[in-house]
């Protein structure tokens, strides 16, 4: 899609009012533009015949692409300011470097404040995942793609698709949920919109990247067969979904072995079972040795001089010269990355830095925001708040000044600059970045005649006065997370103390949740609503005044469970160093709180609507392939709104009483209704065959259920299903 024409159609959604598609994706935005340069293998092939030993040694080796003062470090002159990375190309067969970018929310770059780019940036992965809405996910991968192409790099190292088994993990903002089909759809349909700007995307972090406590060393311990049906799942429906470029290997040890230097995750799956024709490339420091590296199935050593050494610079050379790595090797290495670079359209379509149309993204971020925010609690319809409202008290949150973002690299720096500048940390993994858009000003643009007031978290009794001579208490809470540490689930700086004294002012209190995941709230039954705000992007505060005041009806629904106190997780004590022992398998979020009858604060799938809908009218039948399940979607509410059907399946023998099988998203008019179809993937029916390497569904009677999440069902009906055995790299496109 050209830019012209993703904005037309852009503009075009926009017109049609909020209730419409932000933009309408195309369904094989990743076939197409695999397509568009012909036979990619042959080409690859061709070039790699071409090259000398030392040509082919320089496409797998990377460089930060930053200067790196600690290890005295100069970037080479090549490298675009501030990125991520940087791998030569080689001009004599016109390959060209490849210029890496981070990250998953939009163009985050490195080093010092010279070499900061101010672009825009998506709300958190997780809180795109809580859209549940797969177009909106490609549309805000168009744009960063958009962004990142048009600032000049080619590769993006976005997509992270780790799954939710820690609550507490400091990078759960930039990944997709506890669920592997809905992780795999969201992230899968973002990374096909990034690369449909002919530039690469990752998939990351590979795999069972859980924790940031001890994340260069830590064991992460899980059986093959739960892995299959939960991690390595959700990673397999991302590729299926969008067919990146490259998969990142993690910084973490998988049932012992170091992710990059996995044999069975690197060449086993990815290759052998998933028949996937990418490179691999290490995260940044992640790479421990040359030869078992290489013969593991890494293909690219990135980041140097994050390693301890340079692995795959002069140390293979010399293992190539003595004999321990052979040329066969490093020729299929190679092959491998020019095969991605010439499928995704890297030769055919060079980056050069363009204008970036600011506006335009604004609009694709903001509505991002609005579909993620997830309506938590609305007792007594305290929301939407009328325009006409005259007293209105802001507590915390800096929300007079801006909106919070996840810290590492993936932070964006925005235009303006940072909101709340000086908060500490000021350097790595921060700064603890504020977005400059203002919840506070988007309000009192909401409410033009309202006396809208504002009080700071840190004095709750000045804050609980205000409250109590105001209509309404908004409330804001934060909780800062990012990359290299873990984080609490209960909130910092005694917050949860002032929502306690701001209720207790007044019955008419809102909690806003800025944070990275699910957090702990003691205060919840003491409050008249609530949402999940997350982090929102540099669009924020105006999506959460819309939403607040019903500009935009609520239609985020959980992407991860809400505990209602840490003895309720598989782990209740914090993230440990070494050995992860995952006991709990693929049992992972609301699946371990089905298994045990456990009742969650919120449970997976929870959000609410300032409208009302009604399911009814399921059938199922049993296909070739799965399921096909029908029901009908019908808003009897009195306001226009988006309702999220989700379809869960239930078999025996399962690590769980039922599983996610399929969702959608579906606008709906006062009073109208829709007929929706969904397919249930056959693996989400099976279990894993360790004996036989493959996929097994047992024949019998299996239930189809509809609701409105994990916990809130509509309508069940039985359907028997005949035995069934899919090979290990069966998927919906291939078919076998």
């Known amino acids: 899609m050209t830019k012209r024409a993703w904005a037309a159609a852009l503009t075009v959604a926009l017109l049609a009012g909020s209730a419409g598609p932000i933009l309408a994706a195309p369904k094989k935005a990743p076939v197409k533009a695999a397509a568009a340069t012909a036979n990619p293998d042959a080409r690859a092939a061709a070039l790699v015949r071409r090259m000398t030993r030392d040509e082919k040694l320089t496409l797998v080796f990377g460089y930060f692409g930053t200067d790196f003062p600690p290890k005295k470090f100069l970037t080479p002159r090549e490298s675009r300011p501030g990125s991520a990375g940087y791998v030569p190309g080689i001009p004599r067969l016109g390959i060209p470097p490849q210029w890496q970018t981070d990250a998953g929310v939009g163009v985050a770059t490195q080093g010092g404040a010279v070499q900061k780019r101010e672009r825009t940036a998506l709300p958190s992965g997780l809180a795109t995942a809580a859209s549940w809405n797969r177009d909106l996910a490609f549309a805000g991968g168009a744009m960063i793609g958009n962004e990142a192409r048009n600032s000049g790099f080619n590769v993006m190292l976005a997509g992270g698709v780790d799954l939710m088994r820690e609550p507490r993990n400091g990078r759960n903002f930039e990944y997709g949920g506890e669920d592997p089909l809905l992780a795999g759809s969201m992230v899968g349909a973002q990374i096909a919109g990034i690369q449909s700007n002919h530039i690469i995307s990752t998939v990351k972090h590979y795999a069972v990247n859980d924790q940031e406590t001890d994340r260069f060393s830590a064991n992460s311990i899980v059986a093959e067969g739960a892995l299959r049906t939960s991690d390595l799942l959700a990673f397999q429906f991302a590729i299926e979904r969008s067919n990146p470029g490259s998969v990142m290997c993690s910084y973490n040890r998988v049932n012992g072995i170091y992710a990059c230097e996995n044999e069975f995750l690197l060449t086993q799956v990815l290759r052998k079972d998933w028949k996937w024709p990418g490179y691999v490339m290490s995260d940044w420091g992640a790479t421990h040795s040359t030869a078992k590296s290489a013969e593991a199935g890494l293909d690219q050593d990135s980041g140097f001089p994050f390693d301890d050494k340079p692995f795959f610079g002069e140390l293979l050379k010399d293992a190539v010269v003595s004999g321990v790595v052979s040329d066969a090797r490093i020729d299929a290495m190679v092959t491998r990355i020019l095969r991605s670079m010439i499928a995704h359209g890297l030769f055919e379509h060079p980056v050069a830095e363009k204008p970036i149309d600011y506006a335009a993204h604004a609009l ?72 400059p858009s203002s919840p506070m000003a988007a309000i009192a643009k909401q409410a033009p005649g309202a006396q809208v007031r504002f009080a700071r978290a840190d004095d709750p009794a000045a804050a609980a006065a205000l409250a109590r001579d105001s209509d309404v208490a908004i409330v804001f809470v934060t909780q800062w997370a990012g990359e290299a540490f873990d984080v609490p689930l209960t909130l910092t700086d005694n917050q949860d103390a002032l929502v306690a004294a701001i209720a207790a002012a007044n019955p008419k209190t809102v909690v806003v949740m800025e944070t990275g995941g699910p957090i702990l709230m003691p205060w919840i039954d003491h409050v008249a609503g609530a949402m999940a705000a997350w982090y929102p992007g540099t669009e924020g505060g105006e999506a959460i005044a819309n939403l607040l005041f019903g500009k935009v009806n609520p239609s985020g629904r959980l992407p991860a469970t809400f505990p209602r106190s840490l003895d309720q997780l598989p782990r209740p004590a914090e993230p440990n160093k070494g050995d992860t022992i995952y006991a709990e398998g693929a049992t992972v979020g609301y699946k371990w709180y089905d298994a045990k009858g456990l009742d969650p604060q919120f449970p997976f799938g929870h959000g609410l609507s300032y409208t009302s809908f009604s399911y009814g009218g399921l059938s199922a039948s049993s296909t070739g392939a799965g399921l096909s399940v029908r029901f009908t979607v019908r808003n009897t509410g009195k306001v226009a709104g988006k309702a999220v059907p989700q379809i869960y399946v239930a078999g025996q023998g399962w690590e769980a009483p039922k599983r996610l099988g399929g969702f959608s998203k579906v606008a709906l008019a006062p009073g109208a209704s829709q007929q929706v179809t969904v397919q249930v993937d056959p693996r989400l029916l099976a279990t894993w065959d360790d004996s036989g390497h493959q996929w097994r569904t047992k024949a019998g009677s299996y239930d189809v259920i509809l609701g409105a999440s994990s916990r809130d069902v509509a309508q069940k009906v039985t359907i028997r299903v005949a035995a069934r055995v899919l090979p290990v790299g069966w998927s919906p496109d291939h078919g076998k």
């Open 364 to 435: 694709v971020t903001r509505h991002d925001a609005e579909e993620g925010i997830v309506l938590l609690k609305n007792a007594n319809a305290i929301l939407p708040l009328s325009p006409r409202t005259k007293r209105i008290a802001v507590i915390g949150g800096h929300a007079d000044k801006g909106v919070l973002a996840g810290g590492g690299s993936s932070l964006v720096y925005p235009r303006g600059g940072n909101a709340v500048p000086g908060l500490q940390p000021t350097g790595w993994p921060g700064p603890v970045m504020y977005y």
